[in-house]
C-alpha cells in the first residue's frame, strides 16, 4: 500500500526534529516521491550519513510501503546538495 506524503514528512520530522521537508509526488501514484530535508543537525555530517538518517527515521519503509525516494538533503545555508 502506497504511502501519503504527509506521512512520510511525519516520518522524518519525528526522527529529525530540527528538519524541514519538503515532499513531492513524482507519478501522481503515491509510490514515487522526492523529498527535500534541510536541517541544521546535518552540520558537519557526510551526505551518506545524511541519507542514512533520513532512511533511519523511515522506519524500515524504503523498498516496503515506499517504492522510491529521490533524496536532497542540505544544511540551512547550503540550499540544496545532492
Known amino acids: 500500500m502506497p504511502m501519503a506524503a504527509t506521512e512520510i514528512e511525519a516520518l522524518i520530522v519525528a526522527g529529525i526534529p530540527d528538519a524541514r521537508v519538503e515532499i513531492t509526488d513524482l507519478a501522481g501514484d503515491g509510490d514515487h516521491y522526492a ?20 532512511y533511519a527515521a523511515l522506519g524500515g519503509r524504503m523498498g516496503g510501503e515506499l517504492h522510491a525516494l529521490q533524496l536532497t538533503t542540505a544544511t540551512p545555508e547550503q540550499g540544496v546538495t545532492r
Not at 35 to 54: K, L, P, Q, W
Request: net charge positive.
Open 35 to 54: 523529498a527535500r530535508v534541510v536541517a541544521e543537525s546535518f552540520r558537519g555530517i557526510t551526505r551518506v550519513e545524511r541519507t542514512r538518517r533520513v
